[in-house]
C-alpha cells in the first residue's frame, strides 16, 4: 500500500522508525478516533479512570505508560494530556437542568 499525496501535500513525513503524521496534511482528509464511555455526563467511572482519564493509559506521558509510543506507533496523533476541551481526558461537564427540575 502506498499513501500518496492529497492536494498536493504528502500524508507522512521521515522515513522508516522517523516516519511520523505530517501535521500539514489536508485536515478534511484526517479521520479522529476517540473513547467513549457509557457514563453520566461530566464522568468517566472509576473503574475506567486508570485507562481513559486524564492520567490514565491512554493520556498519560510515554514515560510513564507506552500507550502514546504504541498509538504513534500505529500512526495516531495523541491529543495532550489535561482536563480541558481538546485535551486527552477531558469529561465535558453536564448539562445544566431543565427549569423547574433538580
Known amino acids: 500500500m502506498v499513501l500518496n499525496k492529497i492536494n498536493n501535500t504528502a500524508p507522512t513525513t521521515g522515513s522508516g522508525k522517523a516516519t511520523v503524521i505530517n ?11 476517540f473513547e467513549v464511555v457509557n457514563a ?3 464522568t ?9 482519564g486524564s492520567a490514565g493509559w491512554a493520556c ?4 510513564v505508560t507506552p500507550a ?5 506507533n500505529y500512526g495516531f496523533l495523541s491529543l495532550p494530556t489535561g482536563g480541558t476541551p481538546g485535551t486527552c481526558g477531558f469529561s ?11
Open 44 to 52: 468517566i467511572p472509576a473503574n475506567l479512570q486508570p485507562y481513559f
Open 23 to 33: 501535521p500539514g496534511f489536508t485536515a478534511a482528509f484526517t479521520h479522529l478516533l
Open 40 to 42: 453520566p455526563t461530566g
Open 92 to 102: 465535558p461537564p453536564p448539562p445544566p437542568s431543565p427549569p423547574g427540575r433538580t
Open 60 to 63: 498519560a506521558p510515554a514515560t
Open 68 to 72: 502514546r509510543k504504541d498509538l504513534k
